[in-house]
T-cell receptor, first 120, second 110 residues
Framework: NAGVTQTPKFRVLKTGQSMTLLCAQD?????MYWYRQDPGMGLRLIHY???????AKGEVPDGYNVSRLKKQNFLLGLESAAPSQTSVYFC???????????????????FGEGSRLTVL | GENVEQHPSTLSVQEGDSAVIKCTYS??????FPWYKQELGKGPQLIID?????GEKKDQRIAVTLNKTAKHFSLHITETQPEDSAVYFC?????????FGDGTTLTVKP
């Protein structure tokens, strides 16, 4: 049981190049998320998905695209990288949140180890 | 959208002392409030959470309190240990979508 796996872990890009970050989870979670983490700014939601074939914008979606063709995978794409996209990217997954369920922690986000991206 | 403010940004305590981190949120529809701990080079991990129908929750040395009227919630760590040193994030969540605070770097001095 690997949990949430992100690839690659490190990448250096030149301005204007494109790339895709891959997130895979083996917990059969419905929801998946991409966050970016910048110093002093916490985690900001880029895009998320509530199920296979669905995607939605988060707080900072500009310059990114996502796809969720399979339930276990969530891809984050940068079409034309900019220095402002230098960041650490975290993928997370969770069960569908049900407020009245007796089970604990159904709102818990399970994070990957992060992908450090530098755009020169 | 939701806005979460977290204070303080840094906190230094002596081993054995208590630590308190506070957060406020803006969206009264948020109904789930988790706290995450992030160690260097790793992804955040849930340490405790609380739902909006509960005012307080405790798990050994960690407790969380929620005041829905004032829209604020707090993390309390008692008898701190050096391994508690990390960055802590609060979040406010609605329908599975979480907004995070900017984090608190906690340092526990032996």
């Amino acid at each position: 049981n690997a949990g949430v796996t992100q690839t690659p872990k490190f990448r250096v890009l030149k301005t204007g190049q494109s790339m895709t970050l891959l997130c895979a989870q083996d917990m059969n979670h419905e929801y998946m998320y991409w966050y970016r983490q910048d110093p002093g700014m916490g985690l900001r939601l880029i895009h998320y998905s509530v199920g296979e074939g669905t995607t939605a914008k988060g707080e900072v979606p500009d310059g990114y695209n996502v796809s969720r063709l399979k339930k276990q995978n969530f891809l984050l794409g940068l079409e034309s990288a900019a220095p402002s996209q230098t960041s650490v990217y975290f993928c997370a997954s969770s069960y569908r949140f049900e407020f009245w369920t007796p089970l604990p922690n159904t709102g818990e986000l399970f994070f990957g180890e992060g992908s450090r991206l530098t755009v020169l | 959208g939701e806005n979460v403010e977290q204070h303080p940004s840094t906190l230094s305590v002596q081993e054995g002392d208590s630590a308190v981190i506070k957060c406020t949120y803006s969206d009264s529809a948020s109904n789930y409030f988790p706290w995450y701990k992030q160690e260097l080079g790793k992804g955040p991990q849930l340490i405790i959470d609380i739902r909006s129908n509960v005012g307080e929750k405790k798990d050994q040395r960690i407790a969380v309190t929620l005041n829905k009227t004032a829209k604020h919630f707090s993390l309390h760590i008692t008898e701190t240990q050096p391994e508690d040193s990390a960055v802590y994030f609060c979040a406010a969540s609605r329908q599975g979508k979480s907004t995070f605070g900017d984090g608190t770097t906690l340092t526990v001095k032996p």
